[in-house]
């Protein structure tokens, strides 16, 4: 007989059964093996998770260590006319005194960078800010005038560490929320500055600026605590090798968020050159360097010269006032000589209070700017506006006109900080990104050291000729910004060079 036809129909049923009878632990196996093929990187998994609660807690906690940092910046502004009193300074030594704090910043500024991409942003951090807050202490307790300036020379340097914390901060954030939740950090910043300026007003009248430095520092011992609830950036795991421990971290961050992963595995590369001054010279990244350390220099150099400025010109009565008051009549040098105790009124506070609202009052235009013309022509604009601003303050106006371009001008040199910041966060890959920063903040610091002598020394014999070094630079710096290569404008954070 012939089987042939049977045998085949037969054959082809119990073919169809078997597939009807395929458990679905096999199928999940075969789905599985699909997902097990599927890889993602960091910058993906950090677009997928989004913004929630973890950068919240992330912002509010590193926007606390801005604050005590711009209450250290700006603690040099409110304390110079009181040690000038107590150790009978020149002008020149009152200068060094902002100036050593800026060499301590630009000496620690690379090595903070260095090891920040060599062993991580959270240490570096940590360790900045609890080594600035110790020696800001010791300062409240300076013997003399050469202890205080080692002693604040000190607090620059871990200043620079703490100043990592933007890099750390930058990691964290989705691209699309960069050019709104980076420059409202200017608020902490804001609240920072007039936080001392307030201090300085209730304290240094009837106990001293001393007290004032020690009451200052009392906030630093709850941030210490906060710190911890802060992660290691997923992007330096990454880069480091420690792949694990980054999943681990974003896992936290997106169940904090009530997010998820993306399918599949982290894959990174793993790099082996992390650190590398090399990196910021090569080819891709060479004239967008040598051009961000002039940029760095100038926004230091302007902003502190703004800072400094209305410091010296409220102590010295140096502005042209029309309806200058009694208390503003009284001039820094008399005929017999140097006065050295003129210290600030209630009105040299509050007016070094409403200048500090700058910081903030021009958040919406920087925004804006930011999202429109991208972050170049933003600090373009913003340095020409400050060029003119600058010079405009040795025309003779009333206090009111003077406290509102005074305003004008923090705002617009903040905001300028700001977007350089920014900027250099996004243009460098992380396996350098920490050391760009670093070589960034030590240039700038070199603004912040040559500030001091013209805001404060040579003020003393020209208005105008201690505004028009602030003015041209700007300029300038305005004008270079057109040469840098790179716009970061909705660009992925880069994970290697």
């Keep these: 007989m012939d089987y042939g036809p049977k045998t085949q129909l037969v054959s082809a049923i119990h073919l169809q059964e078997m597939e009807l009878q395929e458990s679905p632990t096999d199928k999940q196996r075969g789905a599985n093996n699909n997902n097990n093929n599927e890889t993602f990187t960091v910058e993906e998994a950090v677009e997928t998770i989004g913004f929630g609660r973890f950068h919240v807690l992330l912002f509010v906690i590193m926007g606390s260590a801005n604050i005590l940092e711009a209450m250290e910046i700006m603690l040099l502004a409110v304390i110079s006319p009181e040690i000038r009193c107590e150790w009978h300074l020149e002008d020149w030594q009152v200068a060094l005194v902002s100036t050593m704090v800026f060499l301590g910043f630009m000496v620690c500024g690379v090595l903070s960078g260095y090891v920040a991409d060599r062993y991580g942003r959270w240490k570096v951090v940590f360790a900045g800010f609890v080594w600035s807050s110790y020696f800001s202490m010791l300062t409240s307790f300076a013997p003399s005038y050469g202890w205080f300036i080692f002693l604040r020379s000190m607090v620059g340097c871990g200043i620079a560490g703490a100043s990592q914390g933007f890099v750390l901060k930058t990691e964290f954030i989705p691209a699309k929320y ?76 997106a169940d904090m968020n009530r997010s998820s992963l993306p399918a599949g595995r982290l894959m990174e590369p793993l790099v082996k050159k992390r650190g590398s001054w090399r990196i910021l010279l090569s080819s891709a990244y060479r004239r967008t360097t040598i051009l961000l350390w002039f940029s760095w220099f100038v926004a230091s150099f302007a902003y502190y010269g703004s800072v400094l400025s209305s410091s010296e010109l409220l102590e010295k009565n140096l502005l042209c006032v029309k309806d200058a008051d009694i208390e503003h009549q009284v001039k820094h040098r008399q005929a017999d000589g140097l006065c050295y105790c003129i210290p600030f009124g209630l009105n040299d506070y509050q007016t070094l209070l409403i200048s500090c609202l700058g910081e903030v009052v021009l958040i919406p235009l920087n925004i804006c700017l930011l999202n429109v013309v991208g972050r170049k022509m933003s600090m373009t604009i913003m340095q020409m506006l400050s060029a003119i601003l600058f010079l405009l303050l040795n025309i003779c106006s009333t206090m009111y006109g003077f406290t509102v371009l005074l305003l004008l001008l923090r705002s617009l040199v903040s905001m300028n900080f700001n977007v350089v910041y920014i900027y250099t966060a996004e243009v460098y890959p992380t396996t350098a990104r920490s050391l760009g920063l670093g070589f960034c903040t030590s240039f700038s610091r070199i603004g912040g050291m040559i500030a001091p002598f013209i805001a404060q020394v040579l003020m003393s014999q020209s208005v105008i000729l201690a505004l028009c070094p602030f003015a041209m630079a700007c300029v300038v710096c305005a004008l270079g910004n057109f040469l840098l290569p790179i716009e970061t404008k909705g660009r992925a954070l880069l994970q290697n060079s």
Aim: zero cysteines; hydrophobic letters at 55%; charged letters at 10%.
């Design 178 to 253: 960069r050019p709104y939740l980076l420059p409202l950090a200017s608020i902490f910043w804001m609240i920072g500055s007039m936080l001392i300026i307030v201090i300085g007003m209730s304290v240094v009248p009837t106990m001293g600026w001393r007290w004032m430095i020690r009451i200052s520092i009392t906030p630093s011992i709850i941030l210490i605590f906060l710190f911890m609830f802060i992660p290691e950036s997923p992007r330096y795991n990454v880069s480091a090798g420690n792949v694990q421990a980054a999943v681990n971290t974003l896992q936290k961050i």
